[in-house]
């Protein structure tokens, strides 16, 4: 029965659905429910935080019913933000339910989108990857696949990562600077698994075209089906949905650095390399990704044998608030300095 938690995870594109089907303020029915509602939720529920929970069992880590849960957020993504940019495209509105309906589908392709995509991306199997890159294409962040794997987890924690925000950076240039960089370094990374396998620029190896020709045709079937102003709001929610998957990046390593050894290597990865986050509403909507440090330590483990690791530095908020705060570069950098540890603080 506890295992029924995870359905709260559906509850961010009911919102959406209900922000696209009405008018007036309940447009922005999404951003009201992830960041107020929410919050609000968290404090009241602050007590469901410190219950510990074991390690999941083989047989529960193999129960199809986790998969499905994550799976059935392709149906609900995609018919959700069609139907969305269906609206957006003919519906006579004002110019705040625009703004309202737009940001909506932006949280929903954070949340059971990218955020999704980012679990899948880490399993085994091809066809799970597949449901990653898919999850990823209307966010326009198909190359996230390549440098979070093969970039990220590997440079986390140290000035190679550009996902990895600085000390006293703030979120807006950690914008600039980590969707640049991750995408220059997404090609990198293409080009030396090409070069590894002895392939050239124009193989079918070379997913970073592939991913260019996907997105290009996903944009041209929006033209196709449902006019030019139907595209300009599809590129706005895509851009709203990495923008938050980076802000979201930005709370999880802020200020933190691994050290680097006499050999010149950096320490391994640890717990304390990531900021923990226990609050109950916040895990259970993003599928555990709220405990960052278990994840980093051992990206391998499903979402549902994630654990809390209360030795991690450990946010004061859950994520909704944290990213509003993150928006106030001073307010952020008053609560958040002092929570640095000094030896990262010195460091960076």
Sequence with gaps: MNDLKYLFAYTVPLAALVSILSTGILTFTAPLYTFLLIPILELLLRKMESRQELRSSDSRLKNLFFDLLLYLNIPFVFFILGYGLFVLATANLLTYEYV??????????????????HELGHRESLFERSLSKLLLLPCLY???????NFGHH?????????????FNQPVYHFWLTSVSQQYINAWKIQLALLKQHNKGFLSAKNDMLFYLLFQALYLFTIVVLLGWNALFFAVCIGIMSFLFLETINYLEHYGLL?????????ERVQTYHS???NHFIGRIVLYELTRHSDHHFKSSRKYQDLTHKPDSPQL????PTSILLALVPPLWFYIMNSRVPKVQEYNS
């Design 100 to 117: 309202g309906i737009t940001l909506s589908l932006g949280i929903l392709l954070a949340t059971n989108a990218i955020n999704v995509a």
């Design 154 to 166: 590997k440079n986390v924690a140290t000035p190679l990562d550009p996902a990895t925000a600085k």
């Design 258 to 266: 691994r050290q680097k050894l006499p050999s010149g290597r950096y």
């Design 275 to 277: 900021w923990n986050s």
């Design 316 to 319: 004061p908020f859950g994520y």
């Design 142 to 148: 198909m190359h996230f696949y390549l440098e979070h």
